[in-house]
C-alpha cells in the first residue's frame, strides 16, 4: 500500500537554526499539506499546497515557515529561524485529488529545538 | 466556540463493550467528516469518512447529524487492540485543510 514518508524521524536544533523536513507524498497524489502537533496538543493545519503553489495557510504559518517541491517527489518544509515553541511532531499529508478528500499521513518528524 | 469539540475522556471499557464517542463541530459550512485514529506518538490514521446517511465499516459505525452538526463514533465488541485516540476531523469551508478535535482516548481491558 503507497504511503507517505517522511525524514528525519527525529531532528534536535539549537533555537535561531534552520532546519528542512522533507516528505515524500503518495506518488500519484496531487495535493499537499503539512500539519504540526505540538505535544498534548491537537493536531494543527499548518499550510495545504496545490500545483507549486499554496493553496492555504494558517496563521501559524508566519514568514519563518516556507513551503516546497524542488521536484516530482518531494515536498519540504523549511522553518527559517526556529524557536522554542517550534517543537512539536510535524506531519506531511497528501491527497489524490483535493478539497475534501481523504488525507493521509506520514509517520512525522519529531522536531526538538533547544 | 472551538472548531471541534470532543469529550477528552479517557474511557476505560473491558473486551467486548460497546462505546461511543460524541463530537460537535461549529463550522455549518463543513462538508466532509472524518474519524481518525491516533496512537501514542504515531501519525493519524483514517479510521473512517462520515457520511450524511450514517455508515458502518465493521464494528465500527459512524452518524452525521448535520442540523445539529454532531458526529458520533460506535464501537461494538471492543478489542484491545482498539485502545487509542481517536480523532474527530471536519474539512475547513474550502475543503483545502482539515480540523481536528483533540481527541477521545480510548483504553479496552482484559
Known amino acids: 500500500e503507497p504511503e507517505v514518508t517522511q525524514t528525519p524521524s527525529h531532528q534536535v536544533t539549537q533555537m535561531g537554526q534552520e532546519v528542512i523536513l522533507r516528505c515524500v507524498p503518495i506518488?500519484?497524489?496531487?495535493?499537499f499539506y503539512w500539519y504540526r502537533q505540538i505535544l498534548g496538543q491537537k493536531v494543527e493545519f499548518l499550510v495545504s499546497f496545490y500545483n507549486n503553489e499554496i493553496s492555504e495557510k494558517s496563521e501559524i504559518f508566519d514568514d519563518q515557515f516556507s513551503v516546497e517541491r524542488p521536484d516530482g517527489s518531494n515536498f519540504t518544509l523549511k522553518i527559517r529561524s526556529t524557536k522554542l515553541e517550534d517543537s512539536a511532531m510535524y506531519f506531511c499529508a497528501s491527497s489524490a485529488t483535493g478539497r475534501r478528500e481523504t488525507q493521509y499521513f506520514g509517520p512525522g518528524t519529531r522536531l526538538l529545538v533547544l | 466556540r472551538k472548531e471541534v469539540e470532543q469529550d477528552p475522556g479517557p474511557f476505560n471499557v473491558p473486551e467486548g463493550a460497546t462505546v461511543a464517542f460524541n463530537c460537535t463541530y461549529s463550522?455549518?459550512?463543513?462538508?466532509?467528516f472524518f474519524w481518525y485514529r491516533q496512537d501514542c506518538r504515531k501519525e493519524p490514521k483514517l479510521l473512517m469518512s462520515?457520511?450524511?446517511s450514517g455508515n458502518e465499516d465493521g464494528r465500527f459505525t459512524a452518524q452525521l447529524n448535520r442540523a445539529s452538526q454532531y458526529i458520533s463514533l460506535l464501537i461494538r465488541d471492543s478489542k484491545l487492540s482498539d485502545s487509542a485516540t481517536y480523532l474527530c476531523v471536519v474539512n475547513n469551508q474550502a475543503g483545502t485543510a482539515l480540523i481536528f478535535g483533540k481527541g477521545t482516548t480510548l483504553s479496552v481491558s482484559s
Open positions: 462520515v457520511y450524511s
Open positions: 506518488s500519484n497524489h496531487l495535493y
Open positions: 463550522n455549518s459550512a463543513s462538508q466532509s
